[in-house]
């Protein structure tokens, strides 16, 4: 995965949208005003993705090299994720899709399912 189809990948999940809130480096996809994943435009090689705790702490003892508590977020629900890592592409798709389940509403309830590792 690379900073474009994250991109693609964000942007094509119901309701999201795309902003640069902090600065003009740090691009940031929401759903309906919420923050899912977040990333850098220069350091694009990761991205920082909401999730379950108990899933974040899972997804960090499989990739420990890979997968890391949320830099500059809360490190219970967030983890930074290096895209060019270990981590399968259907897991870091699967990682994306639960994050936006988190905070959209109509798809909250099913953020479980992307718990499991496809």
Not at 4 to 14: A, F, I, N, T, V
Not at 36 to 56: E, G, M
Not at 85 to 110: F, N, S, T, W
Request: hydrophobic share 35%; aromatic share 8%; glycine share 4%.
């Amino acid at each position: 995965m690379n900073l474009e189809s994250l991109r693609d990948l964000c942007l094509g999940l119901p309701d999201s949208t795309e902003d640069l809130p902090f600065d003009e480096n740090t691009l940031v996809f929401r759903v309906m005003g919420k923050i899912f994943v977040l990333t850098d435009l220069v350091k694009s090689d990761r991205f920082n993705a909401k999730c379950d705790p108990n899933w974040a702490l899972e997804l960090r003892e499989r990739y420990p090299s890979d997968i890391l508590p949320g830099y500059h977020m809360n490190k219970k629900h967030w983890n930074t994720v290096l895209m060019e890592g270990r981590i399968p592409h259907p897991l870091l798709e699967a990682m994306v899709r639960h994050a936006h389940a988190l905070v959209h509403p109509d798809y909250r309830k099913r953020s479980g399912d992307f718990i499991q590792e496809p």
